[in-house]
């Protein structure tokens, strides 16, 4: 017999040792802290033998599809209309990053200008938002130019928008320049960009894209960064979250055309933005709040109720494995969900 069609409690025993890695890293987590969590399932992420292993089993991409909406660019389509029915916006995106082969870079460029076709035809409140590295920053950064800027034109033929997202801290610089050389230099200002708030450097920028009037996603960060380049405390980072976004909701920052996007899962920082924005008479459509698809969705749904704006990040792809244990490493909550689910299989 295949020991793959083997099973216990209705469950692929392969999967068992990445079970017991999870859970150690669980009990890791108690003891030492989240710190030590995130360098081991970052480590996870990026670890080929775990991702070879991982991506062929059947429970746990079922388990992912609690994060991604699926992997073909129909499940994608279905899953925001499925979330615009619920008065939800979207930003789609299509899975991979840091391609080593241009073919690779070229096919993703496509796959993308198909998405733009895609919600463009289906009449879908949906933009996208992109990896430089997955469109071939890492192999040249030319190469990953003329794919944006392909991607960026057939967005605003049909009156969409396309952001970049932020990636580790060695690619911010090259990413703003390919950022600002989309607006300045090829005329496409549909373009918009993510900012992270436990990088030190994050005030400083974020205080040249309000002076441009940008169009910025906030988030808190997902990459393992050294203590000289982001800050090593949950606390720090917070703090920081809630400075640059009273920043980017400043009188001065709409009067030069900014707008937010409150990317977030913190109620903290929710309610802060709230309490900031209700303090200074801001409408609710002067920015909106982004969330991961499959997290919080109860609050995602109150804040609808409420009146607010709520954009949820969809992403989609075969190369979901990366993008998944990166959510796990983010918030211990999905780590037991992942852990709870493979036992009710």
Not at 91 to 97: N, S, V
């Amino acid at each position: 017999m295949n020991p793959r069609n083997q099973s216990w409690n209705g469950c692929n025993w392969l999967i068992l040792p990445l079970i017991g890695t999870l859970i150690l890293v669980a009990l890791i987590f108690y003891r030492f802290g989240e710190r030590w969590l995130r360098v081991i399932l970052i480590y996870l992420s990026h670890a080929q033998w775990a991702r070879n292993f991982v991506s062929d089993l059947g429970l746990a991409r079922r388990v992912a599809r609690r994060f991604v909406a699926g992997e073909s660019i129909d499940e994608a389509m279905a899953a925001t209309r499925a979330l615009n029915s619920r008065q939800m916006l979207v930003t789609l995106d299509y899975l991979g990053e840091s391609v080593s082969e241009e073919q690779e870079a070229t096919a993703a460029k496509d796959e993308i200008l198909n998405l733009l076709d895609r919600i463009e035809a289906s009449n879908l409140a949906a933009n996208v938002s992109v990896k430089l590295s997955q469109l071939g920053l890492r192999i040249r950064p030319e190469l990953a130019l003329g794919n944006m800027r392909q991607i960026l034109t057939r967005a605003k033929i049909y009156g969409n928008r396309v952001r970049i997202d932020m990636e580790e801290s060695e690619l911010v610089d090259i990413t703003l320049d390919i950022y600002r050389a989309m607006r300045e230099d090829y005329d496409l200002d549909n373009v918009g960009v993510v900012i992270q708030s436990y990088l030190y450097r994050s005030e400083s920028d974020v205080e040249k894209l309000i002076s441009e009037g940008a169009w910025v996603r906030l988030c808190k960060g997902a990459y393992l960064e050294p203590p000289d380049i982001a800050f090593p405390d949950k606390a720090d980072t917070d703090m920081n979250y809630i400075k640059l976004t009273e920043m980017m909701l400043s009188k001065e920052a709409r009067k030069n055309g900014l707008y937010l996007a409150i990317a977030t899962h913190d109620e903290d920082m929710i309610h802060a933005a709230l309490d900031y924005a209700k303090t200074n008479n801001l409408k609710p459509e002067e920015y909106e709040f982004q969330m991961l698809y499959g997290i919080r969705r109860d609050l995602q749904s109150w804040l609808v109720e409420q009146g607010y704006r709520v954009r949820v990040y969809v992403p989609y792809g075969t190369a979901w494995y990366p993008y998944f244990i990166r959510r796990l490493a983010e918030r211990p909550a999905n780590l037991w969900f992942f852990i709870s689910n493979f036992f009710r299989h």
